[in-house]
């Protein structure tokens, strides 16, 4: 049975079963935990395509943060859309933006990338929607990716005249081959499912959101007879390189990112790649 543990931002609700509270649909991540397994759903809830902007990078933050205090044995990360996991950053922290803003919106992404990349539970995707750009990156963060049918994936930044830092790169450095990254990075190829799962960008597909899960689900399963702490040391001894080489570098990170974010050419690029999917969206 589920339990109790629903969660937004800072505020906890109960849940009775397995049915929401009625508030809960309001909240940008609602969290369920398993009573049986101990795994906890985290799902994306801000319509209508989860784009990532500052409040609600800061409560995945702040989710991540509940589930390592709460020793959490396993995460399912997905998405209350029925077609998106999530469309990436929100362009809209970007254009035309407030430089405080953007600085902590840019901090609070890297937190979130520091906390799942390097998260000591065992951590899988189901991507039961298109994902690009950061939807990809927060997929990349976690361990296992299960992918349902007939959508997109990828860093596809190029194609919008931008660079993926570093740290993007090292994550799907860490789940492709470095050849498949390279062409995907500099191309910003969109992965169909199937292209996916080829390049080894996913690791299994699903018919379903329900059977994306079961598929999470059997995958935290395996590590029931490792010990949590062999295993979380591992993961992390594998991933400090990267981790570390953005401890080392959060300023200049950030302070790279708004100096490239505010170049007229850049903002005029975001401008007509808004009004693109606006238009697109109109139709
Ligand atoms: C220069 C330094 C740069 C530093 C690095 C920055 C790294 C950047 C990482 C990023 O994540 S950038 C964002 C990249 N994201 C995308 O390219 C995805 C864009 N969206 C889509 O392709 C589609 O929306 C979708 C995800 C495939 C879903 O398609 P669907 O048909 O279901 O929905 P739409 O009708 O397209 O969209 C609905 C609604 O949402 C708005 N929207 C979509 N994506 C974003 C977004 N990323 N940010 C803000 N808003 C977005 C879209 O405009 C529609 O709005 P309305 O017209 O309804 O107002």
Partial sequence: ??????????????????RFCSSAADKLVITEVDDKTGYATVTLNRPPVNSLN?????????????????KSRGMILTSSS??????????????KPKVDRMKEFWSTLQDVWFKLYGSPFPTVAAINGHSPAGGCLLSLCCEYRVMCQNYTIGLNETRLGIVAPTWFMASMRNAMSRRDAEMALTLGTLFTTDEALKVGLVDEVATSKEDAIAKATAFLDKF????????????????????????DNRTQDIDLFVYAVTQPKVQKGLEMYLEALKAKSAK
């Fill in 1 to 18: 049975m589920l339990r109790s543990v629903l969660r937004a931002s800072t505020t906890r609700l109960g849940v009775t079963g397995s």
């Fill in 54 to 70: 500052l409040e609600l990078l800061t409560a995945i933050s702040e989710t991540l943060d509940d589930l390592q205090n709460n």
């Fill in 82 to 95: 029925k077609s998106v996991f999530s469309a990436g950053l929100d362009i809209m922290e970007m254009y």
């Fill in 224 to 247: 029931k007879k490792i010990s949590p702490q062999a295993r979380s040391m591992t993961k992390q001894a594998l991933r400090s390189k990267d981790i570390m080489e953005l401890e």
